[in-house]
């Protein structure tokens, strides 16, 4: 018989905060986090602007990484333990409950970010710090956990397909506490410049705060994000037998791959609305169940149309009854992070009862008429999705439900 799956603890570090408790107050505020790029000089790419981790983080790491360690990581790795080892401490998770080799470590990673901007790097540390799976491992070493300790690169639904695979192993019996997430930033020339050239970023630098506009009429493109994202998923029983405080049951999910386009998602949002339906279904949740929906929502002309026709296909009439969101809209977009991070403001907002708005809704498109949510707002909600798209055709879709 399979476990039933729910989160313990979650952490979030982003343009808006440190940690969750920071970033919480401010998303709810529609605080935006995007400024002119301060990481190195911008001024001669078309776009100059990012959604920054703040600059006190350095200082801020080394209350959780000891400085000869933190030599050996990227500032994105150091994001990743930082996060992780802060979700355990004020989670009150307790590592040694469990046999060491039932605990794994499961985190979304497209690079390490060891690029044009990554300082400190040498001939002694350029392997380590290059590594896919050091983020996974640096987190294993850290509290001794025995079991599978891997890295899951699928673009920017990484840290979602590594929640879902997660999932699988606690409901399978492989494990009995995982921990899961991800950490990334493309906030380099090389990157931005790439991105630019195939139109896919926003060049709004006049107006950084109202360059991230997910469903309106005048989005031009994305904004790149940075931070990292942990989610702590345990097995039902032994999540109770510790007395531990349940935020949420993951019931279900979806990876598929579109097989389609490399950049592009299917005519009329076919992929995304098949991955949606199948996570239900996975989660043997009704469509006319789910009360939220945190969208993948990145801004540019394609996505944001092709999910909310998605959307409306799949959930019909009752699609007017959802609150779809963007948090890309305050944050950017997080890349390789962005799944673990929308997912624990998915989890967040089940456990406040409160519905973060997507700001810059200035201009409506009439083709996008669903409740995309201007202001914040408190709602009833016992079940809600998170999804992830991503370049390569890699999609995901995970289903949460209030345990309380």
């Known amino acids: 018989m399979k476990r039933k799956v729910v989160v313990t603890a979650i952490n979030s570090i982003t343009a808006l905060g440190l940690n969750m408790e920071e970033a919480w107050p401010k998303l709810l505020?529609?605080?935006?986090?995007?400024?002119?790029?301060?990481?190195?000089?911008?001024?001669?790419?078309?776009?100059?602007?990012?959604?920054?981790?703040?600059?006190?983080?350095?200082?801020?790491?080394?209350?959780y990484v000891k400085k000869r360690v933190a030599r050996q990581m990227t500032r994105i790795t150091r994001m990743a333990l930082v996060c992780t080892k802060e979700v355990v401490?004020?989670?009150?998770?307790?590592?040694?409950?469990?046999p060491k080799d039932?605990?794994?470590?499961?985190?979304?990673?497209?690079?390490?970010?060891?690029?044009?901007?990554?300082?400190?790097t040498d001939v002694k540390n350029m392997i380590l710090k290059s590594m896919n799976n050091a983020m996974s491992a640096w987190v294993s070493?850290?509290?001794?956990f025995e079991g599978p300790n891997f890295s899951v690169s699928t673009a920017c639904a990484s840290s979602a397909y590594?929640?879902?695979?997660?999932?699988?192993?606690?409901?399978?019996?492989?494990?009995?506490?995982?921990?899961?997430?991800?950490?990334?930033s493309i906030i380099n020339p090389e990157e931005i410049k790439g991105?630019?050239?195939?139109?896919?970023?926003?060049?709004?630098?006049?107006?950084?705060?109202?360059?991230s506009c997910p469903f309106s009429a005048d989005r031009d493109g994305f904004v790149i994000g940075e931070g990292a994202g942990v989610v702590v998923l345990e097995a039902e029983e032994t999540a109770k037998e510790r007395k531990a405080d349940i935020l949420a049951e993951l019931s279900g999910y979806a990876i598929t791959s579109e097989a389609y386009n490399i950049v592009s998602p299917k005519d009329e949002g076919e992929g995304m609305y098949i991955t949606m339906k199948k996570a239900l279904e996975h989660a043997q949740i009704k469509p006319e169940e789910v009360n939220h929906i945190n969208a993948h929502g990145t801004s540019t002309t394609l996505n944001d149309l092709l999910e909310t026709k998605a959307i409306k296909k799949l959930f019909g009439k009752h699609a007017e009854k959802l609150t779809v969101v963007s948090s890309k809209s305050m944050i950017g977009h997080t890349i390789g992070a962005a799944g673990a991070i929308e997912a624990a403001i998915t989890v967040k907002t089940i456990n406040e009862q409160q519905v973060h708005p997507t700001i810059n809704l200035e201009k409506s498109d009439p083709e996008l008429d669903l409740n995309y949510v201007a202001k914040a707002c408190a709602q009833d909600i016992n079940v809600a999705m998170s999804n992830s798209f991503a370049f390569g055709g890699h999609n995901a879709s995970l289903v949460f439900k209030n345990y309380k």
């Open 29 to 63: 505020e529609g605080r935006s986090g995007v400024k002119k790029i301060s990481l190195f000089p911008p001024d001669d790419l078309e776009t100059q602007i990012a959604a920054e981790v703040p600059q006190d983080f350095e200082e801020y790491s080394e209350n």
């Open 89 to 98: 401490e004020k989670g009150h998770i307790v590592p040694n409950f469990y």
């Open 102 to 120: 039932r605990c794994a470590v499961i985190m979304g990673v497209v690079n390490t970010a060891n690029s044009s901007v990554e300082k400190g």
């Open 141 to 144: 070493l850290e509290f001794g």
């Open 162 to 184: 590594a929640i879902a695979l997660a999932y699988d192993m606690i409901s399978n019996g492989q494990a009995d506490m995982v921990i899961t997430g991800g950490a990334d």
């Open 195 to 211: 991105f630019n050239a195939l139109f896919a970023l926003s060049t709004n630098n006049q107006n950084p705060e109202k360059a």
